[in-house]
């Protein structure tokens, strides 16, 4: 997938899973209740007891201050939407949400380290339509954050994307400590670049960096 085209997709998913939501804490505890939605749909239920455990790793190096507010998401996507829920014909395709998120909650181990666990089978495969089990993949993970949690403050996010959270390779990304803690524009969403040249060369030594780091793990 083109990054942009992701961080795009990614960013919309996580602007409304987040929005006015608590730090480390973020999606809607909505899950497993068995509610419907305001539109009477079935509410996607989350894995009492995941087994397909992956840690996360954060390190924060060289920011122009401290992060106190951090959040994340653990994003999933129906895989066979147009299989398992009621299908729109005008449309050639069902209309049905296919994407849910879970909240990640990040643990401090150090100033510039945090520590989060993810699960890649965190919702239930179920019939929810009564058209057959609908299945969820994890699809990517994504992260803000904040100097303080105040609204008007840059969220900086960095995102891992499905193939990523299967690789044990770190991927760096860096932003613009100009950035840090506020921009001009109001709660602006700095994504980072994945390399230090992006930047125009005033900025480059100026920059800090985030490296996230996901390895599977036992239970």
Known sequence: MNRHLGLKILGCLFLALLAGCNPM???SE????????ADGDPVYRKNPHPTQAYRITMTIEDAPGPFE??????????TNRDACTPFD?????????KEDGIPIHFEKVSDTTYVATIYADGMVDAD??????????LNGVGISLKATGKKEETRFQPVLFKAQLKNTTP??????????PRSRMENYPDTGEYSPDKYAEPNRSNLFKITLKSERVSK
């Open 128 to 137: 929810y339509y009564g058209k057959g089990a609908c299945t969820f993949e």
């Open 25 to 27: 804490n973020a999606t």
């Open 69 to 78: 507010w951090i959040s994340g998401t653990a994003f999933y996507e129906m």
């Open 89 to 97: 014909r005008s449309l050639g395709m069902s209309t049905k949400p």
């Open 171 to 180: 991927v760096e990304f860096y932003f613009w400590n100009g950035g840090y």
């Open 30 to 37: 909505r899950h497993g209740t068995g509610d419907t939605t």
